[in-house]
């Protein structure tokens, strides 16, 4: 798969019209990988000239943030804008709402002021720029419910970016009780991708997936490599995996059109 | 004449409103104990969510029931207190139905009946709130902060209302001359009958009595507010005025924090140099919050503007699954522990003398703290624009940088991030080869 580095471009004097923030999931969980090299399929599908950093790209900062290490985040912060910055990176797309909150409103007042896109955003403009179309056939009728990230939704208010290109899939998207502003969280944020729960009656992924098998789903739609994580592990544990599958809409859109 | 009444009235008006204006600038100087925090920018948008949100009640309405019900308290409580206006300037002046001869009896008598009709309204909608807390099973009103002098000062409002709704009723259907008059008594007609069988002088002693316990009873309650969570409906305009209009992702940056950041990362900064006077104080600065006095005074502002709804806990991840944290509480605990601060200052005489508590551990625990996803819910759902989870994150921020007391397993992601870029143990080298995994 090609994936260009700021490094190639810059050997080659160009630069590219944006950068790919891969994020930490993307690079090395094994499920997000997936995520990002179906984003990639749709980038070159839509002869995106992009970029990411490879080995120079290093953690955003936000899970160490939302952790109480603000000294760590901006030690992060402030490397990664020496990087972007020295690229002279203006616009980023990113596959991860936490990067994408982090990199949009965080870093600006750190020094680092760029034009962030979360993919489904990015994804919408290809469509209305006319670069890209959406297969409509393949995933015709299938029931899709999709679950809201907390820092895609509530965070920055996109509701209607991922919603608009599942229903370019042409599939059934039915909302759970708890969508959009009221979306239950999928139990990762705030750093707790990383640590077990505090004691209680319940995960919250296990009571969000029971909201997503509410719908009757045969797809859930997510925006997030973390959500995606949480909601795979309570579709195993409800075991509904023959019935349910958990999918990012670049990973739908790159089935959809045969990438 | 008789002035007694006269002057017992204004009496009683100067010691109610006194002792009002006095615990409200308690009120102020306990917020005022919080750090600074610019609030002042954007003003048209503060003016516009003030006037949705507080005077609009846009976001009481999106739980519809609870929502309508108190528009109808809302509504009725501004209204009505507009014959307040006229009860006072009656009891100032010995006077009966002071406004009436002015507005004309016809549309003297419209505003009453507006008024009583709206009363009796309040009176069944205030009858259902009570129901649903102490009735229905919500759990919102079940959870463990809301037992003890919670659950009652819920209901005490309750009561407060009822009594006074039914005494204006009642001020209304013993008032002979506006009986007989007609006008205006479109309730108080059909309570009027009750009181038939008594002497004349016997309903007129009712109708004072309960004119008298009718504005009484609204100063107690004016006075009732500053012990009670009921101090929503004042302060929830200037809370909505100064709430947070950034993305709610967008947690503050430490400007403390830059400049050390900075520090460290400038490869020509001399790490044994002399720091000057003014740099001494800035290093010296506490990270995070573990008390009162380090959070904002928007935040404390949020601690007293709080009535304690649970719409926050009701949606709050942690709380849905039984976690220890439950947003409603920490707002009420941040308050709670601001009074005994504001109480300890009183009684030193105006200096705050250190009692060994503190609003961390002996009021929030790191076990709710902990528990927070940062998912923003509780923010979002606030009818009255409170921000539970910026404290949240002030007092981790304290816990991590003042004394590194995070779990375990986020140290290690946090070790893992200043390592190697990434919160798991993965080689940075490594950082690109998903793209040839394909």
Redesign the interface.
Known sequence: ?N?P?MADMMAQGKQPEVLFW?G?A????DRA?KI??AF?KILHAANVDFA?L??E???S?D??????????F???A??NIEVLNGYQIKKIVTCDPHSF?TL???YP??GGKYEVFHHTQFIQNLISEGRLEIDNTSLKGKRVTFHDP??LG????VYESPRDLIRRLGVNLTEMKRHK??A??C??????????????????NI??TEDALETKPQIIATGCPYCNTMMTDGIKFKEKESEVVVKDIAELISEANGL | MNYISNVLFGVLLIIGIGFFVNNIQKLFRNIKLGKSINRNDNKLQRFKNMAMIALGQSKMVKRPFSGFLHIIVYIGFVIINIEVLEIVVDGLLGTHRVFQPYLGDAFYGFLIGVFEVLAALVFIAVVLFWLRRNVANIKRFLSKEMTGWPKRDGNLILYFEMVLMSLFIIMNATDTAFQEAGVGNIVSQFVAPFFEGYAPETIHTIERAAWWIHIIGILVFLNYLFYSKHLHILLAFPNTYFGNL??????P??EA??K???L??DPSADPYAIPDESAEEEVSEK??ASDVADLSWVQLLNAYTCTECGRCTS?C??S??????SPRSIMMKTRDRLEEVGRNIDQNKGTFKDDGKQLLNDYISP?EL????????C???CPVSIDPLSII?DM??????EQSA??Q??N???TN??NN????Q?N???????????
Request: charged residues 25%.
């Open positions: 798969m994936v580095t891969v930490a993307g690079s090395y969980d990988k990002s090299r990639v990411v490879g080995t790209e290093s953690s900062g899970a160490a943030k939302r952790a109480g290490n603000e000294f760590l901006q030690m992060q402030f490397m909150n949009k409103n965080e007042s750190l907390c820092y509530r965070a920055n208010e502003g009221t239950l969280c139990g990762a944020g705030g750093a707790q991708m990383f640590k077990d729960a505090e004691r209680g009656n319940k995960e919250i009571l969000r | 950034k993305p709610k992702g967008q947690f940056n430490s924090v830059s050390e950041v900075q460290v990362m990270f995070g949606a991840p942690a849905l699954t039984g976690k220890e944290l076990e902990w528990a927070c996803t940062s998912c923003n819910a923010v979002e759902e994150m981790r921020k304290y816990l991590v940088m995070a779990p397993e986020l290690m992601m946090m991030i200043e870029g990434a919160p798991w993965y940075q080298q490594d950082r690109l080869n998903w793209a040839k995994e394909a």
